[in-house]
DNA sequence: GGGGCGTTTGAGCACTTCATCATATCGTCA
DNA sequence: TGACGATATGATGAAGTGCTCAAACGCCCC
């Protein structure tokens, strides 16, 4: 377990745990929402994502760790804010990549239908990273 | 588990499948060479990463399970390249958020040392996206 | 077509992650 | 100060992930 910030790890493993970092729909979520508000309470958040207070706070907390977000109490709440514009830019990147992903899965699954209608979609197994939107 | 590119899933948990896809060392590091490289073999993948082949090839697999690499089989070998050049792109824009979290965790660490000299780096804690380079 | 190289697949095991529930801390206001 | 709303933390069990080793598979060349 590293402990220290500036410890000497080569940038592919730190590449890897900044992805791991956002490797969760909540997490994903919630800075999203960060993305396009300037400050977000926690009870917003929860409003928000309908997901548990517990929940919610452990996620927050691995985001912090990672460096993703940043906290501030006011008062009885507590707002958090993305810690780098570059954040919301990573987020865009990885929406443009998948609307790519979708639509050239998506010509390929037409191109199969167009040669082989009698096949059920095929390659349909494992996770994918394709949606609609 | 969800089994057809198409079903209707929301966008965050999309993006977090995708990065969830990246969120591994040896993964990164195959699309850190791929980004430099428009073909690369299994066999020169295996001697660059100095990693054992079917360690190599189960994370091959998880990567085109996800629609970031494809593969192409020439002869006897095997080579992979990149899907789609964004998947570059999205790896220099992490690199680029390393940097500036890197940049003013460092920054932090001197004010820290500057104000309170005698406390051992503190906020050591939990896996960090930083380093060095 | 058999042997060898290159690549993939599968089973077992350790380890990590996540959701849930319970409990603790912090701040406000009466 | 005491109670309550807002967050955070800790423990537990279930599920997922990754590594190792073994075996299978596909292609090429003799």
């Given at each position: 377990?590293?402990?220290?910030p500036?410890?000497?790890?080569?940038?592919?493993?730190?590449?890897a745990n900044?992805?791991?970092?956002?490797?969760?729909?909540?997490?994903?979520?919630?800075?999203e929402?960060?993305?396009a508000?300037?400050?977000?309470?926690?009870?917003?958040?929860?409003?928000?994502?309908n997901?548990?207070?517990?929940?919610?706070s452990?996620?927050?907390?691995?985001?912090?760790?990672?460096?993703?977000?940043?906290?501030e109490r006011?008062?009885?709440?507590?707002?958090?804010s993305?810690?780098y514009?570059?954040?919301?830019?990573?987020?865009?990147?990885?929406?443009?990549?998948l609307?790519?992903?979708?639509e050239?899965?998506?010509?390929?699954l037409?191109?199969?239908?167009?040669?082989?209608?009698?096949?059920?979609a095929?390659d349909?197994?494992g996770?994918?990273?394709?949606?609609?939107?």
């Amino acid at each position: 377990m590293e402990t220290f910030p500036g410890a000497h790890r080569p940038l592919y493993e730190v590449k890897a745990n900044l992805f791991k970092g956002m490797a969760h729909p909540v997490r994903v979520r919630v800075l999203e929402i960060l993305s396009a508000a300037p400050d977000v309470s926690v009870t917003d958040l929860i409003l928000d994502m309908n997901v548990e207070a517990s929940r919610l706070s452990q996620h927050l907390s691995v985001l912090k760790t990672h460096h993703l977000v940043v906290s501030e109490r006011r008062g009885s709440q507590v707002f958090y804010s993305l810690a780098y514009p570059r954040v919301a830019e990573l987020l865009a990147t990885a929406k443009m990549l998948l609307g790519e992903v979708l639509e050239s899965t998506q010509q390929q699954l037409l191109a199969s239908e167009w040669t082989a209608p009698q096949e059920p979609a095929a390659d349909t197994r494992g996770p994918s990273t394709i949606t609609r939107q």
